[in-house]
């Protein structure tokens, strides 16, 4: 397979744990796809007019959005930021993403599975 045939696959979080994996790792397991990995350095999320402009230029098949504000201490320290990278863009994304498959990943914490799930107060933001 050419790879002008691969689809387009765009991975959002791309520097972060779970994007730079499946960046890493679709060679191997997806040898269809045409993986465009998208870290801040490649395009900031929080403009979506450059994002939208670019999503219109590749026209990716599918998107894998794993891009996200996911240290709690961050969020509660920014709970502005935390919005705007956590609901508005993936909002956002899903919205361009209409007429294809779209895959979010969501977490609430990341724990070893050890000692159980650890809560804390959920973040509030308005």
């Known amino acids: 397979m050419t790879v002008e045939n691969k689809i ?3 991975i959002t979080g791309a520097g972060g744990l779970i994007g730079n994996y499946l960046v890493q790792t679709a060679k191997q397991s997806a040898p269809d796809w ?26 990716p098949q599918l998107v894998i959005h794993c ?15 935390a919005r705007q990278l956590n609901i508005e863009v993936t909002a956002q994304l899903a919205e361009l993403a209409a007429e294809i498959p779209f895959v979010f ?17 959920p973040l509030s933001i308005h």
């Open 105 to 121: 990943f969501s977490t609430d914490l990341v724990f070893d599975g050890r000692t159980g799930i650890t809560t804390s107060p």
């Open 34 to 59: 045409r993986v465009q990995g998208l870290a801040r350095a490649d395009l900031d999320l929080l403009d979506f007019a450059v994002v939208r402009k670019q999503f219109q230029h590749d026209a």
């Open 67 to 81: 891009a996200a504000l996911s240290q709690s201490h961050a969020c509660q320290k920014n709970p502005g930021l």
């Open 8 to 10: 387009l696959v765009w």
